[in-house]
Structure formats: C-alpha cells, structure tokens
Nanobody, 119 residues
Framework: VQLQASGGGLVQAGGSLRLSCAVS????????MSWYRQAPGKQREFIAR???????TYADSVKGRFTISRDDAKNTAYLQMNSLKPEDTAVYYC??????????????RGQGTQVTVSS
C-alpha cells in the first residue's frame, strides 16, 4: 500500500490550493484520513481529520479556511485551502488509518508536499 500526497506549490497570500492524498493498493478501505503540517524549526501540527462517515475536525488555526473531504471511490482525500497566509507555509503530510489486503495500517504516512505562501 502507498500513500501519495500532491498539490503543493507556491501561492500568494490570499490564494488557494487543493492538496490530494491518494491511497493505492489492494482491497483498500480508509477509516480515517488526517492532514498534518510541519514548518521549519517547528513541531508537526495537526490540521484536519475526516473519519469514515464524513465527520470532520479542524485545528483552530485553519477553521473556516480549510476544508477536508474524501472520495472513497477513488481512495483519495482532499484538503482545500483558501485564504492562505504566509504562516501556512510548511510541508503538508497526509496520514491514514486504513485496511489494505486484509491488514490494518495505523498512522500510515506518505511523503509530504511543500506549500509556500508568499506575502
């Protein structure tokens, strides 16, 4: 099983980006998908989570600006980021609890995608 984050880039403050997190493998069933970020010199920060059934949770720092969603048919989760601020600059990681090929994977994380917001 693999988890691939994409969609990062350079954007001006006030702009938008949409990140994707795709899970590939056999017999995949995603329970929970989360997004985290880590800026240089800072600890990893929880951003958003979506559970099986669609309930969502957000960090206060992004509430009202970011939206997490999922497409189970594509085994993909998304993070729509609007009204971006320079302080949103970080490497963004997705993290999943999922079943694949009959095995349970907890806190499975792929490589991150860089988001840079210029002022």
């Amino acid at each position: 099983v693999q988890l691939q984050a994409s969609g990062g880039g350079l954007v001006q403050a006030g702009g938008s980006l949409r990140l994707s997190c795709a899970v590939s493998g056999s017999a995949v069933s995603i329970m929970t998908m989360s997004w985290y970020r880590q800026a240089p010199g800072k600890q990893r920060e929880f951003i958003a989570r979506i559970i099986d059934g669609g309930s969502t949770t957000y960090a206060d720092s992004v509430k009202g600006r970011f939206t997490i969603s999922r497409d189970d048919a594509k085994n993909t989760a998304y993070l729509q980021m609007n009204s971006l601020k320079p302080e949103d600059t970080a490497v963004y990681y997705c993290n999943a609890n999922l079943w694949a090929s009959g095995s349970y994977f907890q806190n499975f994380r792929g490589q991150g995608t860089q988001v840079t917001v210029s002022s």
